[in-house]
């Protein structure tokens, strides 16, 4: 039986592609240089259609991974990643259109489908600096040195307690009040990697990469997305603590470089998740959904950690500021998929309205905050400190010490809702000895949620939601 051809290879297949460039003929198989594949993945994502493809074969079943691999010898093809978990069996490789039509008459293969590329969610990211002692200049315009006063005035707490605004409308003090802070959990990050900055240190988080290169983090973004999950306490010149939402345990997978990836390189991390037996995983990542929820390999393998193995996954809804503009995974209805709403709005009159460059739609279940007004010409600029989070904002911006930076983007509200999940689900099994998992959270937020609006899903996803049913 010949197998199918997916909806997101077809238009692939059909434009035309660029067969010499820079004197290279890129018709010719050249897999045996070990660079030729990231050479062909560069072209790929800067719009060269090259005669390779970036493909994944979807397999029957384990028992002929083994077949499908000798026909890709047979080819001369390259085998990046073979992939095997839970329902999810899969090989990625590089391929011509000629290719691909003669393994689609491979019985072993089920489906075969173009590996899209995937991007990491900061709207802005300008204020990290890896290389100074201090960063100087990050404000930018006077607009950053808003001041908050309102009920979530920072008041001191005796004890290790967290303080600060948004951990306050979050809920995450009253977690630590009664005993959960998340050390009995363990989280996955699938970013850009993890290098130790002044939050956390390599010995205090797991690291591993789905290549065979060095874990760091060269770009910043998944050391933010880290701090903001599990950083410890620093604090700064103004007096005002940093510190993350959790104590929870942490691996970062590396499986984004330079800021992107593709789906099979997520596939593989998600199974190494999986098997590292973590309780929940953040993706602060997407891309334009090409197919349907269920036509998508990482869709699918979302909903089965989610749904089979109980495993939280809170994903990131994009940063486009579209209607129906939610990127893949999150447009899979059993992940949390959260987009982002503004903290000043909130801290003002209590409303919860969605960041101006938030992707919104059906498919969003939830907000949290993420930094950036409803209008982007707000006179009041608003970002996340790395790190998060007593302040979403903060005065002397200038006087943040090195490595600690701010933006605004989904990419910080998945994390700030994924760390409040976890402290949930560690106060639920203690109380019931079951696993909270994205089955019951869905439901919380229908039924205790605020009316759903395309905008902002079921509204703000904090512990006052939670407590209706822990």
């Given at each position: 039986?010949?197998?199918?051809?997916?909806?997101?290879?077809?238009?692939?297949?059909?434009?035309?592609?660029?067969?010499?460039?820079?004197?290279?003929?890129?018709?010719?198989?050249?897999?045996?240089?070990?660079?030729?594949?990231?050479?062909?993945?560069?072209?790929?994502?800067?719009?060269?259609?090259?005669?390779?493809?970036?493909?994944?074969?979807?397999?029957?079943?384990?028992?002929?991974?083994?077949?499908?691999?000798?026909?890709?010898?047979?080819?001369?093809?390259?085998?990046?990643y073979?992939?095997?978990?839970?329902?999810?069996?899969?090989?990625?490789?590089?391929?011509?259109?000629?290719?691909?039509?003669?393994?689609?008459?491979?019985?072993?293969?089920?489906?075969?489908?173009?590996?899209?590329?995937?991007?990491?969610?900061?709207?802005?990211?300008?204020?990290?600096?890896?290389?100074?002692?201090?960063?100087?200049?990050?404000?930018?315009?006077?607009?950053?040195?808003?001041?908050?006063?309102?009920?979530?005035?920072?008041?001191?707490?005796?004890?290790?307690?967290?303080?600060?605004?948004?951990?306050?409308?979050?809920?995450?003090?009253?977690?630590?009040?009664?005993?959960?802070?998340?050390?009995?959990?363990?989280?996955?990050?699938?970013?850009?990697?993890?290098?130790?900055?002044?939050?956390?240190?390599r010995?205090?988080?797991?690291?591993?990469?789905i290549?065979?290169?060095?874990?760091?983090?060269?770009?910043?973004?998944?050391?933010?997305?880290?701090?903001?999950?599990?950083?410890?306490?620093?604090?700064?010149?103004?007096?005002?603590?940093?510190?993350?939402?959790?104590?929870?345990?942490?691996?970062?997978?590396?499986?984004?470089?330079?800021?992107?990836?593709?789906?099979?390189?997520?596939?593989?991390?998600?199974?190494?998740?999986?098997?590292?037996?973590?309780?929940?995983?953040?993706?602060?990542?997407?891309?334009?959904?090409?197919?349907?929820?269920?036509?998508?390999?990482?869709?699918?393998?979302?909903?089965?950690?989610?749904?089979?193995?109980?495993?939280?996954?809170?994903?990131?809804?994009?940063?486009?500021?579209?209607?129906?503009?939610?990127?893949?995974p999150?447009?899979?209805?059993?992940?949390?998929?959260?987009?982002?709403?503004?903290?000043?709005?909130?801290?003002?009159?209590?409303?919860v309205?969605?960041?101006?460059?938030?992707?919104?739609?059906?498919?969003?279940?939830?907000?949290?905050?993420?930094?950036?007004?409803?209008?982007?010409?707000?006179?009041?600029?608003?970002?996340?400190?790395?790190?998060?989070?007593p302040?979403?904002?903060?005065?002397?911006?200038?006087?943040?010490?090195?490595?600690?930076?701010?933006?605004?983007?989904?990419?910080?509200?998945?994390p700030?809702?994924?760390?409040?999940?976890?402290?949930?689900?560690?106060?639920?099994?203690?109380?019931?000895?079951?696993?909270?998992?994205?089955?019951?959270?869905?439901?919380?937020?229908?039924?205790?949620?605020?009316?759903?609006?395309?905008?902002?899903?079921?509204?703000?996803?904090?512990r006052?939601?939670?407590?209706?049913?822990i």
């Amino acid at each position: 039986m010949a197998a199918q051809i997916s909806k997101s290879l077809a238009p692939v297949l059909a434009r035309p592609t660029t067969k010499i460039i820079a004197g290279i003929d890129l018709t010719k198989n050249r897999f045996d240089n070990p660079r030729y594949v990231g050479f062909l993945d560069a072209l790929n994502i800067m719009g060269f259609d090259t005669p390779y493809k970036p493909i994944i074969l979807e397999i029957a079943e384990t028992s002929v991974i083994n077949n499908v691999k000798e026909a890709l010898n047979k080819l001369q093809l390259p085998i990046e990643y073979v992939i095997d978990f839970l329902k999810i069996k899969v090989i990625s490789t590089w391929a011509t259109e000629d290719n691909i039509y003669e393994l689609s008459s491979n019985d072993a293969i089920k489906k075969i489908h173009y590996n899209n590329i995937k991007y990491l969610h900061e709207y802005e990211f300008p204020f990290v600096n890896f290389m100074s002692t201090m960063i100087s200049n990050v404000t930018g315009t006077e607009t950053r040195k808003f001041k908050i006063k309102s009920r979530y005035e920072d008041r001191k707490k005796p004890g290790d307690i967290p303080t600060g605004a948004l951990f306050e409308a979050l809920g995450a003090d009253k977690y630590w009040i009664e005993g959960y802070t998340g050390r009995s959990l363990h989280g996955a990050i699938i970013d850009s990697g993890f290098s130790s900055n002044r939050m956390l240190t390599r010995g205090e988080v797991g690291r591993m990469s789905i290549r065979a290169v060095d874990p760091g983090d060269y770009i910043g973004h998944g050391a933010f997305v880290l701090n903001l999950f599990r950083g410890n306490p620093i604090t700064l010149s103004t007096g005002q603590v940093l510190r993350g939402l959790t104590r929870c345990s942490a691996t970062s997978i590396k499986a984004l470089f330079g800021g992107r990836g593709r789906d099979a390189g997520i596939l593989l991390a998600l199974q190494k998740a999986v098997e590292l037996g973590v309780d929940g995983i953040n993706l602060s990542l997407g891309g334009k959904a090409t197919v349907s929820a269920e036509e998508s390999l990482l869709c699918q393998a979302c909903k089965q950690i989610a749904e089979e193995e109980k495993i939280l996954v809170f994903v990131s809804a994009g940063n486009d500021g579209e209607q129906n503009s939610v990127n893949d995974p999150g447009i899979e209805p059993s992940v949390i998929t959260v987009g982002s709403c503004s903290f000043i709005q909130y801290l003002e009159n209590g409303n919860v309205r969605r960041s101006f460059y938030s992707s919104y739609g059906p498919e969003v279940n939830c907000v949290s905050f993420g930094g950036g007004q409803p209008n982007e010409e707000d006179e009041l600029d608003e970002n996340i400190l790395n790190g998060t989070s007593p302040l979403s904002v903060i005065d002397n911006l200038d006087m943040i010490p090195n490595m600690i930076g701010s933006g605004k983007g989904t990419s910080w509200s998945a994390p700030n809702a994924f760390g409040i999940a976890m402290l949930g689900r560690e106060k639920y099994f203690d109380k019931t000895g079951e696993k909270l998992s994205n089955i019951e959270i869905l439901k919380i937020l229908k039924d205790y949620g605020t009316e759903f609006d395309d905008e902002i899903g079921n509204g703000l996803f904090n512990r006052d939601l939670l407590n209706n049913f822990i």
